[in-house]
């Protein structure tokens, strides 16, 4: 059995960081909720993928930043129209790319920064290690 990874992280911005993750990026809420021991919360992913993002934000409590430029997310894409339907996607929802810090990144894909400042590179390359 493939074990399934879940990857959280928490936030000052849930509402923000869904817009850019499912309307943006193209996932889908998997699941959210709130209340839950003082924690709202919302997961998404694609249905059948062994993996999905977590984020929680707690009431009264700030998250101080974290991110640096090479806290990445990298989303490989080797098909054209599936990069340039995602591409397209996040700068019709209002993202415009960033210079990655790498620039490995910017060979063959594109650098997004999320709303809490982490990015997520749209690789047009397929995945062989």
Do not use: I
């Amino acid at each position: 059995m493939t074990p399934k990874l879940r990857v959280a992280r928490p936030t000052n911005n849930l509402a923000a960081l869904r817009h850019f993750y499912v309307e943006g990026l193209g996932l889908s809420e998997l699941y959210s909720f709130t209340g839950h021991g003082g924690f709202d919360g919302l997961m998404v992913g694609h249905p059948q993928a062994p993996y999905h993002l977590e984020f929680t934000a707690q009431a009264g409590h700030a998250v101080p930043p974290a991110p640096t430029p090479e806290n990445l997310l990298v989303f490989y894409l080797p098909e054209a129209a599936a990069w340039q339907a995602a591409v397209a996607r996040l700068q019709a929802a209002g993202y415009a790319p960033v210079p990655a810090h790498n620039p490995y990144w910017d060979q063959q894909g594109l650098t997004f920064e999320d709303p809490d400042g982490y990015r997520v590179v749209l690789q047009r390359a397929a995945w062989s290690y």
